[in-house]
């Protein structure tokens, strides 16, 4: 019985290669699109689920002025934890990450130094919470013993190639001797721990000059990554709900209720997009769900193709049916051999679409720079999930078809009329649906893809062309003036400053600040940068009122240590922006004079305290990228900036930088730094990879849509097709009386244009409500303008109206004394 039903479903197929080929084309398509966007949304779902005990693994975070979200807290949070919830927490472990330069005097390169941005320290437990795979040595006394230190196989090739380097030595900045104790293998992609080197939370206090055996009294400083694994029986929620209370006793009352620690789940962090200070990149629960809708929306589009041939072609096959039934056949043997008909063509479809994947995996991975990790051959899962596919769309896109034309009764055979009729009603929702999904599809995408590029292309507030930012070190901070003069010998090279922050990408460290006769309740963050003289004047942004700082003037003002540890400055100039003004509740001419005050502090001591005056206000530009609206911002000369670091070097090209002029500033880096790398990046391309995940998200909308509406085309050349042969003989009549060509192609064409013009009034109203709460998240977005929709309908209705009339015309040139006399 099966072979004979396999036998008849592929004699059906291949006598109706037009209808079978837009089948399985529109089929594979679906089914490869849905397999990638369910591996890539499978992948970014699995973030850290290979820990053991993963589910009782928790991050520790903090809700600030309930307007913020920190990934990061003080370390004397870990102290609390081990105090308060010995009991009901098993592991408390604080990581903090830095960035320093390493050289091997005994490796591949013993006279280079590598800057190397993922090095962590670690509290003990480390090696059991997570499980990260050590292959050689051990971690026996790394985490008791000062300089000691576990890398990556990475990290070992390219210092070490391929001798083993446990035992031997990376000198780290300050020149201080690492030992390498042991090698991890590389972390898994589905993490977002990155790092390349583990070393010790002693090694850290010992570098700081902190005593090694007491804990961390701030919750400031140092900025900590906190993991915690929660007992045995232990709730998590019962242990996060009551921190905040338990934080009391630890800080001032007041201060505390602005920071609500609590705990996350490990496996959430990664797709948690509103924490600031994430440790790598995340990837918005919504966005997967807007990926995975896409796939699912492409995959039930092939299937209602499949539907809407299948019923269109019933009329073709009335009389196979009549026949059957007349001899016998019974309706279930029917419907079996309907199904086999849609299993055998959603298998090779299903073949189809693998060989698809495959083949432009690889171009998405590096077009969009989404990670596809498919295994057929490899994944069990993958290889059920297929299998599920299969039957599932089989199911889906025959049931319907099978049902209905089992359901026949013989004496409809010479109804053929009426039939087509019955069942247009249907194909006409269908098309419909179709659609509504693609022209949404295309709308979405369309302003997916013009936010993208406004943001792209936006002005910053400054001159970011030709401007490259280059990473310091203490090293270089200390020989900055040297660096400065000798850097701008080099030819083209129009300016050179020191910044703590690059423009339009870093926002800076975040203070209190306030002022005299400031009101209580409108104490607030300040977002502060630390820039040099002319600084502005370099960027192309203009004074709104003052000046710039000065070189050599007393700017700096006067500066002294507190409890002979944490930095003082008195009577120092500062500028604000425009931003700025409505807190101090000034003018810009008013500002100018205005006494003001940086600080942090807690529980009543302070940890740094600048007082000054304001001698300029300096017009609002974008510290950071277009998602964020313009803050606050107080700047304070780059001379003292030894007490935060200025961290970068910034460089101006008069006409852009080529690589000569690349290489002679590497050049004249090195002959004042010998050793140091000169790590640079442009800052134009700093602010362009800001826009990373909206770029991915507009280029994916962009492929689908283009998808989706080849898909819908396909079904609706198929019914073209359909409706021109019904109506073949009509067509012969209306060309015998007169009727032109064009005539009959646009009447013909219509009917499916005004189910395309339904769909377009379901779509866009729908479209227009799920852009708008989309561009919500912008503080600066492009108005969802009258072109939007125009611009989506026009494509859906010439795409259609293209695809119809390619057929029709074919139909309506055909000779009408033949297309009667056949009938």
Not at 69 to 74: K, P
Not at 508 to 530: A, E, H, R, T
Not at 585 to 595: L, M, Q, T
Request: charged fraction near 20%.
């Amino acid at each position: 019985m099966l072979k004979n039903y396999l036998k008849i479903a592929w004699r059906s197929l291949v006598r109706q290669k037009t209808f079978s080929l837009i089948n399985v084309f529109g089929l594979s398509i679906g089914l490869a699109c849905f397999l990638i966007l369910l591996a890539f949304v499978k992948f970014e779902r699995s973030y850290d689920s290979f820990h053991p005990d993963q589910d009782k693994l928790y991050r520790v975070v903090q809700d600030v002025r309930n307007d913020q979200q920190w990934a990061w807290v003080g370390g004397a949070a870990a102290r609390m934890l081990r105090s308060e919830f010995e009991n009901q927490l098993d592991e408390v472990v604080s990581i903090i990450k830095i960035s320093t330069y390493a050289k091997a005097p005994e490796g591949l390169y013993p006279e280079d130094s590598f800057r190397e941005d993922k090095f962590i320290f670690a509290d003990q437990g480390f090696e059991s919470l997570f499980g990260f795979e050590l292959i050689s040595g051990s971690w026996e006394g790394v985490f008791e013993n000062p300089y000691q230190m576990v890398i990556t196989e990475k990290i070992a090739q390219k210092y070490f190639g391929e001798r083993n380097p446990v035992g031997e030595v990376l000198t780290l900045t300050g020149d201080l001797d690492f030992e390498v104790k042991g090698v991890l293998k590389n972390p898994p992609m589905n993490t977002h721990m990155d790092f390349d080197f583990v070393s010790s939370m002693v090694s850290f206090k010992t570098t700081e000059n902190f005593p090694v055996t007491a804990d961390f009294g701030s919750f400031w400083w140092p900025q900590t990554y906190t993991y915690v694994k929660v007992a045995e029986n232990q709730s998590a929620a019962a242990i996060s709900a009551a921190i905040p209370s338990v934080n009391e006793n630890y800080r001032d009352p007041e201060e505390a209720k602005n920071y609500i620690h609590y705990l996350q789940p490990i496996s959430d962090i990664h797709t948690t997009a509103d924490f600031r200070g994430e440790w790598t990149p995340s990837m918005s629960e919504k966005t997967l769900w807007i990926f995975l809708s896409i796939g699912i929306f492409v995959l039930v589009l092939a299937c209602i193709n499949y539907v809407n041939l299948a019923t269109a072609r019933a009329i073709k096959r009335m009389k196979e049916i009549g026949i059957r039934k007349v001899n016998g056949a019974k309706r279930g043997q029917l419907i079996g051999q309907f199904l086999m008909e849609s299993i055998l063509v959603n298998g090779i479809s299903i073949l189809f679409g693998l060989m698809l994947v495959v083949m432009i995996s690889p171009a998405i991975e590096r077009s969009i720079g989404l990670i596809i990790p498919i295994d057929v051959l490899g994944d069990w899962q993958l290889q059920g999930l297929i299998l599920g596919i299969w039957l599932v769309s089989s199911l889906v896109s025959g049931i319907f078809p099978a049902f209905y034309l089992s359901g026949l009764r013989p004496e409809m055979i010479l109804k053929e009329s009426t039939l087509g009729r019955s069942k247009s009603g249907l194909r006409q929702s269908l098309v419909v649906f179709q659609f509504v999904l693609s022209t949404l599809l295309v709308f979405c995408a369309s302003v997916a893809y013009f936010q993208h590029t406004y943001m792209s292309n936006a002005s910053m507030g400054f001159e970011s062309d030709g401007l490259i930012a280059v990473k310091m070190g203490n090293l270089a901070l200390s020989n900055s003036e040297t660096l400065k003069q000798e850097l701008a010998k080099v030819p083209g090279v129009e300016d050179v400053k020191l910044s703590s922050d690059r423009p339009g990408v870093d926002s800076g460290w975040n203070p209190s600040v306030d002022y005299p006769g400031m009101p209580d309740d409108l104490s607030q963050p300040i977002n502060v940068q630390y820039v040099d003289f002319d600084y502005f004047e370099m960027l192309g942004v203009e004074m709104r009122a003052g000046r710039e700082f000065a070189e050599e003037s007393a700017d700096g003002g006067t500066s002294y240590m507190m409890r002979e540890q944490f930095a003082a400055l008195d009577n120092v100039a500062m500028i604000v922006n425009e931003a700025a003004l409505p807190f101090l509740n000034k003018s810009a001419e008013e500002a100018i004079s205005s006494p003001l005050r940086v600080f942090t502090e807690e529980n009543g001591q302070l940890f740094s305290n600048y007082k000054g005056n304001i001698v300029g206000v300096v017009e609002n530009y974008h510290t950071r990228d277009l998602r964020y609206a313009i803050s606050p911002t107080v700047y304070l000369p780059v001379e003292n900036a030894a007490f935060n670091g200025a961290r970068h070097l910034i460089v101006k090209a008069s006409s852009g930088f080529d690589a000569k002029m690349l290489e002679e500033l590497h050049g004249t880096w090195k002959k004042v730094i010998p050793g140091l790398p000169f790590d640079y990046n442009f800052i134009d391309e700093a602010i362009s990879m800001q826009y990373e995940q909206q770029a991915r998200t507009s280029s994916l909308l962009g492929s689908f849509a283009f998808l989706t509406l080849l898909i819908s085309c396909l079904g609706i050349l198929g019914l073209s097709i359909f409706t021109s042969e019904a109506r073949r003989k009509e067509i012969g009549i209306r060309r015998v009386l007169g009727a032109s060509i064009v005539g009959i192609v646009n009447k013909l064409s219509s009917e499916f244009l005004i189910l395309v013009g339904i769909s377009l009034a379901i779509a866009l109203p729908i479209g227009y409500w799920l852009m708008k709460d989309w561009l919500a998240q912008f503080a600066y977005s492009i108005p969802l303008s009258i072109w939007f929709f125009v611009v989506s309908g026009a494509v859906s209705l010439f795409l259609a109206y293209s695809t119809v009339s390619i057929q029709s015309l074919r139909t309506a040139q055909a000779n009408p004394v033949d297309s009667i006399k056949n009938e």
